[in-house]
T-cell receptor, first 112, second 115 residues
Framework: KQEVTQIPAALSVPEGENLVLNCSFTDSAIYNLQWFRQDPGKGLTSLLL?????REQTSGRLNASLDKSSGRSTLYIAASQPGDSATYLC???????????FGRGTQLTVWP | GAVVSQHPSWVICKSGTSVKIECRSLDFQATTMFWYRQFPKQSLMLMATSNEGSKATYEQGVEKDKFLINHASLTLSTLTVTSAHPEDSSFYICSASQGAEETQYFGPGTRLLVL
């Protein structure tokens, strides 16, 4: 069974710092990997999706990398802002039936 | 972009009553919909997968008689929590896709509180 782990569970930083969030998964036979943002009491907003054949994806200040063979992904946030405060979830998609496996998330707080 | 809505966003009910949650794809046809449950500070856990016109496939440990899922049309799936108890209090999120292997689009979630 696929297990997804995210480290750290929580992170509190001052505005302007560059951040790295980590995600690891146990089964490297994945279809793709996705990073989501979740604000308190809200649904999920998709940030980046990396196909299994890709190494990284970028969107604005966000960059996600994927090393499928080692079962790892990182989400890099440049020049963090208070508006980045949220929980960031990593999810891997299995090779069959579209099933997503989620990590517990990293709760990020960026203070002014 | 693909939009998924859920209704209601909040529901409070008494123990023993049944609650229905709707999940709608607003601008695309969703042949597959997924229902997740999320407890505080926990991950999203898949409860069941439903395909339009057929019975839902439930994950191990999820009671199909307690969590009734109906996916009668290509734009609507419903989750009914029957005889709800306080331990059913949770955040329920649906997602919809145009096929089991297509991108999932998530709804905003429904917060259920059972007193």
């Amino acid at each position: 069974k696929q297990e997804v782990t995210q480290i750290p569970a929580a992170l509190s930083v001052p505005e302007g710092e560059n951040l790295v969030l980590n995600c690891s998964f146990t089964d490297s036979a994945i279809y793709n990997l996705q990073w989501f943002r979740q604000d308190p009491g809200k649904g999920l907003t998709s940030l980046l999706l990396i196909q299994s054949s890709q190494r990284e994806q970028t969107s604005g200040r966000l960059n996600a990398s994927l090393d499928k063979s080692s079962g790892r992904s990182t989400l890099y946030i440049a020049a963090s802002q208070p508006g980045d405060s949220a929980t960031y979830l990593c999810a891997v998609r299995g090779s069959t039936l579209g099933r997503l496996y989620f990590g517990r998330g990293t709760q990020l707080t960026v203070w002014p | 972009g693909a939009v998924v809505s859920q209704h209601p966003s909040w529901v409070i009910c008494k123990s023993g009553t049944s609650v229905k949650i709707e999940c709608r794809s607003l601008d695309f046809q969703a042949t597959t919909m997924f229902w997740y449950r999320q407890f505080p500070k926990q991950s999203l856990m898949l409860m069941a997968t439903s395909n339009e016109g057929s019975k839902a496939t439930y994950e191990q440990g999820v009671e199909k008689d307690k969590f009734l899922i109906n996916h009668a049309s290509l734009t609507l799936s419903t989750l009914t929590v029957t005889s709800a108890h306080p331990e059913d209090s949770s955040f329920y999120i649906c997602s919809a896709s145009q096929g089991a292997e297509e991108t999932q689009y998530f709804g905003p979630g429904t917060r259920l509180l059972v007193l």
